[in-house]
């Protein structure tokens, strides 16, 4: 049963804080580290209710804390001796080698994905020949003086490899043939720098307190930093294979419907055992191998030489954008590849006579279940066991607006929890992506259109079902990154400030994925009490 807190806490001692927030951890307690859709609603239930007490609990804790730090200004001030100013202590400007360390042990936004469901691999930046790096800003110094000592003569052109980025990939994550070497690599991945709006802030703080007279007679100081707003956030988290030799072999194996639907099977009565009547069989055929070769995709960004020396903040933001813009790039090359492979339910208009649904959220549900349903069926799957359900982030603004104009319903709070929860009731692993039915990828009237944006969202929406692990990317375990300088560009003070490729591509190692594409209108209408027909 659900843990119930009483409605006035303001009432009940600090001890009896301590004690009811004891009791709302231990309701659910059995359910702590399980996924949402390995509970029942029932269990969720209880544990959002367990999770709303102890924030409850903790507002009014916090609220005893503020009123007791109130009442002490209240006190009569105690004598305070007359204490000479202190001298003002000096301000020591760090130099560059100290803020690069300052920089280097500040906190780095994470890369994964909310939604993955793979581990990550670590990731090593190395120097050909000569080590590795501690770490992007090291390894950006290091670029840094390599390009101060290139000539910049006309004459001169080369390539200069500064860095490899290496995946750990253990062994039985590898596609190997038992006749190269296992060797350990790195997975490619920027690290991205924590935005810094330290300086603004501050003068945002002095201008808002100034009362000086007369004008200021300095000019305005310039601000270098610069916004970045992109993440990797929205990225399918799909697992990763290495593979040494620009592609895989594989066979996903016979389709276990044609095994079942395969004439070796009979029932026959007694009178046609004593006639002998011949008993079929089926033969077992060789399945067909895929032979499933890299993609090669790349980036490449070119700069000024003085541009270099006089706005390095500009080429280092610009960069770390581009990787963030790359990894998207890729991330859409995977979308798109899974959705190509998939066989297509094609659910808009929705069939006359079907039972599924309208064009709301509950019918989408239904038509999302059906499929689920159908497919655990063809392959005799566990009822149960989860599928993934793979669609564009902007689905889950439709869902919540059609849910929150019904009547009875939160019109406010419709929580991402209770969407996910949704997915989760139908054994559904919900997984929300950008870079797939929005507007860099061709949609009419997709998300991310240039300013001003979208007036609506689009009249259709898809999501891919499948079992998890039907999707595999293979990658070529080390990708180089490098700096490129030849004489052509050298002569108008250009260089090629980053470049670097690498191999992708999509193997569905299991037989069986659906596509399925449904009208969805948000208008938070239900039908009216009526018999319904199945005709």
């Not at 924590?194 to 300086?199: N, T």
């Not at 799909?238 to 095994?259: L, N, V, Y």
């Amino acid at each position: 049963m659900p843990f119930e807190l009483p409605e006035d806490l303001a009432a009940a001692s600090n001890e009896q804080l301590r004690e009811f927030s004891a009791q709302a951890i231990a309701s659910a307690a059995p359910f702590r580290g399980k996924q949402s859709y390995e509970l029942t609603a029932d269990e969720r239930e209880i544990v959002r209710t367990a999770v709303a007490a102890v924030q409850r609990i903790q507002a009014e804790e916090t609220s005893r804390t503020e009123f007791a730090a109130g009442a002490a200004l209240l006190e009569p001030p105690a004598a305070v001796a007359e204490v000479a100013p202190a001298e003002p202590e000096p301000v020591t400007i760090p130099s560059a080698a100290q803020a690069a360390a300052v920089a280097e042990t500040s906190p780095q936004t994470s890369f994964a994905a909310d939604n993955t469901t793979t581990t990550a691999a670590a990731v090593t930046y190395s120097r050909p020949g000569a080590g590795d790096y501690n770490g992007l800003m090291h390894m950006a110094k290091e670029f840094q003086n390599q390009l101060a000592g290139l000539s910049s003569t006309p004459s001169s052109s080369g390539r200069l490899a500064f860095a490899e980025l290496n995946k750990d990939f253990a062994a039985e994550e590898r596609v190997g043939d038992n006749t190269s070497e296992i060797a350990q690599y790195g997975h490619v991945m920027s690290a991205y720098e924590e935005r810094r709006q330290y300086v603004a802030d501050q003068l945002a703080a002095l201008n808002g307190n100034q009362t000086a007279a007369a004008a200021y007679c300095s000019p305005s100081q310039v601000v270098y930093t610069m916004c970045e707003l992109e993440s990797d956030a929205g990225i399918y988290g799909i697992p990763e294979r290495a593979t040494d030799r620009g592609g895989m072999q594989f066979t996903t194996g016979p389709d276990f419907a044609s095994i079942m639907n395969g004439a070796g099977y009979w029932n026959y009565t007694e009178a046609q055992v004593i006639a002998n009547t011949p008993k079929p069989c089926m033969e077992i055929e060789c399945p067909p191998f895929t032979d499933k070769r890299l993609r090669n995709i790349g980036l490449c960004v070119t700069g000024g030489i003085l541009q270099r020396r006089g706005y390095p903040e500009l080429i280092a933001r610009f960069l770390r954008g581009a990787m963030v813009a790359h990894r998207h790039k890729v991330n859409a090359f995977v979308l798109s590849e899974m959705a190509a492979a998939s066989t297509l339910v094609d659910l808009s208009p929705i069939p006359a006579g079907s039972l599924v649904g309208d064009v709301t959220s509950s019918g989408l549900l239904a038509a999302l279940e059906m499929v689920g349903v159908d497919l655990r069926y063809r392959n005799r799957m566990d009822p149960n066991a989860p599928l993934e359900a793979v669609g564009p982030v902007w689905a889950r603004a439709q869902l919540r607006a059609d849910v929150s104009r019904r009547t009875g319903v939160d019109m406010i709070s419709v929580r991402d929890g209770e969407i996910t929860g949704w997915f989760a009731d139908r054994h559904f692993m919900s997984e929300l992506v950008y870079d797939w039915q929005d507007a860099s990828t061709g949609t009419v009237n997709g998300p991310g259109a240039a300013a001003p944006g979208i007036t609506t969202f689009p009249s259709e929406v898809e999501f891919m079902i499948f079992p998890a692990g039907t999707f595999v990317k293979l990658t070529d375990p080390t990708i180089r990154l490098e700096t490129v300088y030849d004489s052509v560009k050298l002569a108008t003070n250009q260089y090629t400030a980053l470049f670097f490729e690498e191999g992708v591509a999509i193997a569905k190692v299991c037989p069986d994925a659906r596509r399925v594409v449904y009208p969805l209108c948000p208008t938070g209408a239900t039908t009216a009490p009526e018999t319904r027909a199945c005709s």
